[in-house]
């Protein structure tokens, strides 16, 4: 069945660095593209990265723009958020997204999330 694996997540101090990873398994996934997401209590979902099915041009949110970075290996059915110079405002639960749209139907999978909080 389909899965999406999150982990990496934790506790960091704030200017600290995390990596987290999101292990897919049960659907192409060099077919998809792949996005990270986050909540924090109170809020809504946001979208923080995006990378193509093939990779190349990536998408971040204005706040997190030359802090994260997104990449994904298709070998390792693996996609991946690189994040640096962590702020308190980037705590929040962590979700891998795997989306598609084919034939009129979109395929649309997510991970059960990671927390991150950044404290010190």
């Known amino acids: 069945q389909v899965q999406l694996v999150e982990s990496g997540g934790g506790l960091v101090q704030p200017g600290g660095s995390l990596r987290l990873s999101c292990a897919a398994s049960?659907?192409?996934?060099?077919?998809?593209?792949m996005m990270w997401y986050r909540q924090a209590p109170g809020k809504e979902r946001e979208l923080v990265a995006h990378?193509?099915?093939?990779?190349?041009?990536?998408n971040y949110a204005d706040s997190v723009k030359g802090r994260f970075t997104i990449s994904r290996d298709n070998a390792k059915n693996t996609v991946y958020l690189q994040m640096n110079s962590l702020k308190p405002e980037d705590t929040a639960v962590y979700y891998c997204?795997?989306?598609?749209?084919?034939?009129?139907?979109?395929?649309?999978?997510w991970g059960q999330g990671t927390p991150v909080t950044v404290s010190s």
């Open positions: 997204n795997a989306y598609m749209f084919l034939a009129g139907k979109a395929y649309d999978y």
């Open positions: 049960g659907f192409i996934f060099s077919s998809y593209a």
């Open positions: 990378i193509p099915k093939a990779g190349g041009s990536t």
